[in-house]
């Protein structure tokens, strides 16, 4: 299978990105990145590489390596622009996140949307995870004029992980983990057509799902469309993501 992975040229998050390609890869699929102009390698937010706070907050040493492996492939060293995706080529398509200011570009772009509109009326397995969920919120579909999401369960990054990641490092990282002024679970809801078709998850702060642990994560699946709240998710979401498609 091709599954599409768009980008933003910098500061997407390290293990929403490394986790699925990894896993993906060894299942034998092909992950094809995209960013907005192509050709330049992206590059991943560098706090999270090296610790948001005195050495702590970031990637987890697996997903770390992942990236590292990552940057070395072909794919990712040379990306396509988003303007020369052709949605109906690929087989799935993954949509990750992130939250420091680069990720705007990727978040707000109609040129991403309009691609992702055209894949999701494929019906083929879209996932998204944390702050690439508010791509579809965002993405509107042109026959109901509404969010392509609006009439699915979904889940995202909640409000009280942005909002206590926030509290806790403001001090030295000001609006670090406040990528816009509306809470992330805030805009994602309003483009459902019932608030109770967003689901929380458990309360879950500190531990984060493995390669053999899947207890502390969550996802939600709706038909072909698999939603996650944040990196501790990306195992799990990545290993149905990969049942999705096949």
């Given at each position: 299978m091709r599954v599409l992975l768009p980008l933003p040229d910098r500061d997407f998050d390290v293990t929403e990105v490394a986790v699925p390609w990894r896993l993906l890869r060894d299942a034998g699929h092909d992950v094809v990145f995209a960013t907005e102009h192509g050709g330049l390698p992206p590059q991943a937010d560098p706090l999270l590489l090296s610790g948001v706070l005195f050495g702590q907050l970031?990637?987890?040493?697996?997903?770390?390596?992942?990236?590292?492996?990552?940057?070395?492939?072909?794919?990712?060293?040379?990306?396509?622009?988003?303007?020369?995706?052709?949605?109906?080529?690929?087989?799935?398509?993954?949509?990750?996140?992130g939250h420091a200011p680069g990720m705007r570009q990727y978040l707000g772009s109609p040129v991403l949307q309009t691609k992702v509109a055209r894949f999701w009326a494929t019906g083929r397995p879209v996932g998204a995870i944390c702050h690439g969920v508010l791509v579809l919120a965002r993405t509107i579909d042109a026959e109901t004029g509404r969010s392509v999401i609006a009439d699915r369960?979904?889940?995202?990054?909640?409000?009280?992980?942005?909002?206590?990641?926030?509290?806790?490092?403001?001090?030295?990282?000001?609006?670090?983990?406040?990528?816009?002024?509306?809470?992330?679970?805030?805009?994602?809801?309003?483009?459902?057509d019932d608030p109770a078709q967003f689901e929380r998850g458990p309360i879950e702060l500190r531990r984060r799902g493995t390669a053999t642990d899947d207890t502390p994560a969550f996802v939600v699946q709706d038909g072909?469309?698999?939603?996650?709240?944040?990196?501790?998710?990306?195992?799990?979401?990545?290993?149905?993501?990969?049942?999705?498609?096949?």
């Open positions: 970031g990637a987890e040493p697996e997903p770390k390596e992942f990236y590292r492996e990552l940057t070395g492939e072909g794919a990712f060293r040379d990306p396509l622009a988003w303007e020369a995706i052709e949605p109906e080529g690929y087989d799935g398509l993954l949509l990750p996140g369960r979904t889940t995202c990054l909640p409000k009280y992980m942005e909002r206590s990641a926030y509290y806790l490092t403001a001090w030295r990282r000001g609006r670090y983990y406040r990528t816009y002024p509306a809470y992330v679970q805030d805009e994602v809801t309003a483009a459902l072909r469309y698999l939603s996650a709240r944040w990196p501790g998710d990306a195992y799990l979401f990545a290993r149905r993501f990969t049942a999705l498609l096949e």
